[in-house]
């Protein structure tokens, strides 16, 4: 597994790769480097076998906008994200509200 997360600077309203603290190696620490108030995107590259067998390789945009963010932060990234799902092409697109929603984000990813 590999994520790379993106936010948006509310100065210049660029698009920035942000630099994780640690290695993101599992769904666990990919929460653990997200912040509690502010919204970020996701790019997640999830390898995992399908029950026929198949290795499957999905690239999944993750919309994290935590219920507590500033209704300012939420507005600047929903404005954003047509263009930046567009720009991904991702195989699958997946809103998160609450970091407890990251416990089923398995399965939502395989089914």
Do not use: H, W
């Not at 993101?24 to 390898?47: H, K």
């Not at 390789?57 to 600047?76: A, C, G, H, N, W």
């Not at 092409?89 to 407890?100: A, C, L, Y």
């Amino acid at each position: 597994m590999s994520a790379n997360i993106y936010k948006i600077d509310p100065k210049t309203y660029e698009l920035e790769f942000e630099e994780p603290d640690d290695t993101i190696d599992s769904l666990d620490s990919l929460v653990e480097e997200l912040p509690d108030n502010t919204p970020r995107f996701i790019i997640l590259n999830y390898p995992y076998t399908a029950s026929d067998g198949r290795p499957m390789f999905p690239l999944v945009l993750i919309y994290y906008r935590p219920s507590t963010s500033r209704q300012e932060s939420k507005m600047l990234y929903a404005g954003c994200l047509e263009r930046f799902k567009n720009e991904v092409s991702p195989n699958k697109f997946i809103e998160i509200i609450d970091e407890d929603d990251f416990d089923d984000l398995d399965d939502r990813i395989r089914n």
